[in-house]
């Protein structure tokens, strides 16, 4: 009799040890719960260009709120909330500041609620306003819920049938005609329960009852199965261990809970849980696209199966393993071994096999950036020269923002205005922000100069978080309906000492605005080309930025490591405007085609009379320009080069202008850049070119000394 005893204490023991340690898990995983969504695949629908910076964006939002995708058609958009590819879609308005969420009605209403709470919340903070749509399918909202009462309850039967066989019969059948009883009962209580379920109005799913009941019940004999191998190995105390191991995994469901609204790791592995696959399947079926049932039903296939397999192998090795059983037989030894290493093959090529359907589902992958600010800080009187706009630049006081700087890359929006984009810039001591930015950025209207802000008053790409900055280098505009698209190619500088000339180039970026007509400059996102690298033999790609026949052509400069030579050599990359941030679609000229690998890019212009690191190339009528110092930054003669098409052959037109620096007295002067689209007069261009000073203490003492200067000067014939 002790024995017996014994073991029955050795099982309430177990199972409150089992218990115990899943509710400690339970609690620890759900404390976090309610603080928004977490990780929720959420799709942004604009331009490409757009909408992949902006994806990138709300991923990398505090607390991982999204996994964010995104696409340029706004029907895809629709179409995969619809289908369930993403739980909601935020198609931007670019033109104006009114965006639209799309949510889906047949899901979690808590859920839904949440995304646009955050999603909202983002957008205020933004300057910009959400509409919200439900796309509902016809008798299916609120199904999600519908969906968790049912599956909850076909849970029930299959756990509870098999708890009260095993109270009546014990854990384990006598006997192999005893085992097959006890699965066809299952089998035929799960079917009918799902059925009975799915008639009574109070519990009935829309869609195809058929598929509903099936599925119902496969869930029902899946949870039985599994309770019945479990107990082939461990007998009652498997009941334990499969219930309170039920009662952690099923989190979501008996909470009631999105596993979107719970903290990791349950927005990634619900859907590969047999609880979570249950209720996808049954999602898809009811107010989802059917095709997001195929894998979830596999998986419980396959979770059937090996229960099943299971099953079978545990009672014949455990009837081998009791020689009072059969005489005959010779004893197993380790019994439940056996039976796991047979199992674990089979479980591991099931789950590869469902892993690898294929699903037509699109993964989920920001909402626009933070706004920015613009206030006239100078009255721009109409001008007619270069002298004048010379004067207005000497003259401009009206802003602590903005002393002095250089680059001044400009391009003309639709809506008349300039935009100039600037490097180092000087802000008064009487600014409130930062004195020193890496870049910024101004538009030059007909009647109001004014410097564009954001929110934090410093530069408007702001610095990477371990301090590397972004100085531009040219910039080009894609008109669209309604707003412009300005991309601005900058080079990442990393300081390496105290004065203005101590610091490094790293490497190439891309930033993207959309500037709505008439309206204030937003910053979208900005992406890092390549590694960090100080090797100036690397392409410093976007030093120009040239558009032409759909095409944004970005040239590279590149200056020999080994110092050989001062001047810089070109060459040539093109990509669609819009697939600008991915650099896998970017391609390369090799003399003779465009080749996807950037090492077989050849020079168009070559180093031994080599161009500045930053340049202009654009093309008039039927010529393209190269516009640059002659042998780098350190000459002193403005030259162009002229070529054919984008690619060359560049042709050296001579010096048009000499821009000397002066040694006396610590002025130097550097990156000459064309303005194509300002005043124009035939036969002449309007260029700039940078001024600053070795000793920094006169720049600080006077600013305008560090402003960019134009000039006139002639076109090659």
């Avoid at 968790?148 to 019969?169: D, E, I, P, Q």
């Avoid at 059925?195 to 119902?216: E, H, K, M, N, R």
Wanted: glycine letters at 10%.
């Amino acid at each position: 009799m002790a024995g017996p005893r014994g073991a029955g204490r050795w099982t309430l023991l177990v199972c409150l040890g089992v218990a115990l340690v899943h509710v400690v898990v339970l609690v620890t995983l759900t404390a976090r719960s309610g603080d928004g969504p977490h990780q929720a695949p959420v799709l942004v629908a604009a331009p490409a260009v757009v909408a992949e910076a902006l994806a990138n964006e709300a991923s990398a939002f505090p607390g991982d709120p999204f996994d964010a995708d995104w696409t340029a058609d706004t029907d895809r958009a629709k179409e995969a909330v619809r289908d369930g590819d993403a739980v909601a879609s935020v198609v931007v308005d670019l033109p104006g500041t009114d965006d639209v969420v799309m949510v889906n009605g047949g899901a979690d209403p808590a859920l839904n609620d949440a995304l646009v709470e955050r999603i909202t919340s983002i957008e205020k903070s933004r300057g910009r306003t959400v509409e919200v749509r439900e796309l509902t399918r016809p008798g299916t909202a609120g199904a999600e819920d519908d969906i968790r009462t049912y599956v909850l309850l076909c849970g029930l039967l299959g756990f509870g049938f098999v708890l009260a066989v095993s109270m009546v019969r014990g854990p384990v059948a006598g006997s192999a005609t005893a085992g097959a009883r006890r699965l066809l009962a299952l089998a035929g209580v799960s079917v009918g329960g799902a059925t009975v379920l799915q008639l009574l109005p109070a519990v009935q799913l829309p869609g195809d009852s058929v598929s509903v009941v099936a599925i119902g019940a496969g869930y029902a004999f899946t949870l039985g199965a599994i309770t019945l191998a479990v107990e082939a190995l461990a007998g009652l105390v498997g009941l334990a261990i499969v219930a309170a191991t039920y009662f952690v995994l099923a989190t979501p469901l008996l909470t009631d809970t999105s596993p979107y609204l719970l903290p990791p790791p349950w927005p990634t592995v619900t859907p590969w849980l047999m609880t979570g696959a249950t209720q996808q399947a049954l999602a898809g079926v009811t107010y989802l696209d059917p095709s997001h049932a195929v894998r979830p039903v596999l998986e419980l296939a396959a979770i059937a199966l090996v229960a099943l397999v299971a099953v079978v192998i545990a009672w014949v090795l455990r009837r081998r393993a009791d020689p009072a059983t059969d005489p005959a037989d010779m004893p197993v030894r380790h019994w439940r071994l056996w039976v796991v290493g047979s199992i674990l093959p089979l479980a591991a090529a099931m789950a590869l096999v469902v892993a690898l359907v294929p699903t037509g589902a699109t993964g989920a992958r920001p909402v626009p950036s933070v706004a920015s600010q613009t206030t006239c800080i100078a009255d721009a009187a109409p001008t007619v020269s270069v002298d004048e706009l010379n004067q207005q630049i000497a003259t401009l006081q009206g802003s602590p923002a903005f002393r002095g700087a250089d680059v001044g890359a400009d391009v003309h929006l639709q809506d008349g205005r300039f935009l100039l984009v600037f490097g180092d810039t000087l802000r008064s001591s009487t600014f409130d922000g930062p004195r020193f930015v890496r870049n910024s950025m101004m538009l030059w209207d007909v009647d109001c100069v004014s410097v564009v802000l954001p929110p934090s008053k410093g530069a408007l790409i702001p610095d990477r978080l371990d301090g590397v900055g972004y100085w531009p280098m040219s910039s080009a505009v894609i008109h669209r309906p309604g707003y412009d698209l300005v991309l601005v190619s900058t080079q990442r500088v990393a300081t390496t000492g105290s004065g203005s000339f101590d610091f490094a180039n790293l490497g190439p970026s891309l930033a993207v605005f959309v500037v709505p007509v008439g309206e204030t400059p937003q910053l979208i996102g900005t992406k890092d080309f390549g590694r960090d690298d100080v090797n100036s033999a690397r392409p410093e790609w976007g030093a120009a930025l040239a558009l032409d026949d759909g095409w944004l052509y970005a040239y590279g400069t590149a200056r020999p490591a080994d110092g050989s030579t001062l001047g810089f050599s070109l060459r040539v990359a093109r990509v669609r405007p819009d697939d600008a941030l991915d650099q896998s679609k970017w391609r390369y000229w090799d003399g003779s085609s465009w080749h996807a690998d950037a090492d077989y890019a050849v020079d168009v212009i070559p180093a031994s009379v080599g161009v500045s690191q930053t340049l202009s190339v654009f093309h008039q009528d039927d010529r393209w320009y190269a516009v640059s110092k002659l042998g780098g930054d350190l000459g002193d003669q403005l030259a162009f080069w002229t070529a054919p098409g984008p690619t060359g052959p560049f042709t050296l037109a001579g010096p048009v202008a000499t821009l000397p620096s002066d040694p006396a007295s610590g002025e130097v002067t550097y990156m000459p850049l064309a303005h194509p689209e300002l005043l124009p007069l035939p036969g002449t261009m309007v260029v700039s070119y940078s001024r600053n000073n070795t000793d920094f203490s006169k720049i600080q003492a006077d600013p305008t000394l560090y402003r960019p200067t134009l000039i006139r000067v002639p076109m090659p014939e």
